[in-house]
């Protein structure tokens, strides 16, 4: 194999990187706007206070320190009470070995560091809105957890299933609570 060739392998490898960023981009801000779709549904009790808008290059060294914060958040107009919600797609369950079954991997150690700082510094309770399989627009099932609660990068039935709700259907808000 000559130069050009291993050139040529290479480089479609890394397109190939580049390629599943840019799809794995695409179905987070699909079901962010899902997320946010049954919140605005609901116009008279929740508006969007903020929604990070995750822009970055990483080629050029460019790096926003908002994009670290959840995605939305969210203000329930009857007590403007604000919340945080960090959206996260996944196609399917994870098998994980701890448990010998299905697991949601939402994040990593340093991000829930990061999300638990923020609601520390901005007192507003931050909920982990998680969509599975289906599409990103239409996830076969949802979950609503509270960061309290989604404490580990894997989130294990005896949690996620407490916190099942209809993809379909709009938020709730009562007592603190997101449902």
Wanted: net charge positive; hydrophobic share 35%; aromatic share 14%.
């Amino acid at each position: 194999m000559g130069f050009l060739d291993k050139l040529a392998k290479t480089l479609d490898l890394w397109l190939a990187d580049e390629e599943a960023e840019d799809v794995n981009y695409q179905k987070g801000t699909d079901f962010e706007a899902h997320v946010a779709g049954l919140f605005t549904r609901r116009s008279d009790y929740f508006a969007i206070s903020d929604w990070t808008r995750d822009n970055h290059d990483k080629s050029k060294g460019i790096y926003v320190e908002s994009n670290t914060n959840p995605d939305l958040v969210i203000r329930y107009k009857p007590t403007n009470e604000k919340f945080a919600v960090e959206c996260k797609y996944r196609s399917g369950f994870y098998r994980s070995q701890k448990i010998n079954g299905p697991v949601v991997k939402w994040a990593a150690p340093d991000q829930i560091k990061r999300y638990n700082a923020y609601s520390r510094s901005n007192r507003i309770p931050v909920f982990v809105v998680v969509g599975v399989g289906g599409s990103p627009k239409k996830p076969a099932t949802m979950f609503c957890i509270p960061l309290n609660d989604a404490k580990y990068p894997e989130i294990f039935p005896s949690v996620f299933e407490k916190y099942e709700r209809d993809p379909g259907k709009t938020f709730f808000w009562r007592d603190g609570m997101l449902k």
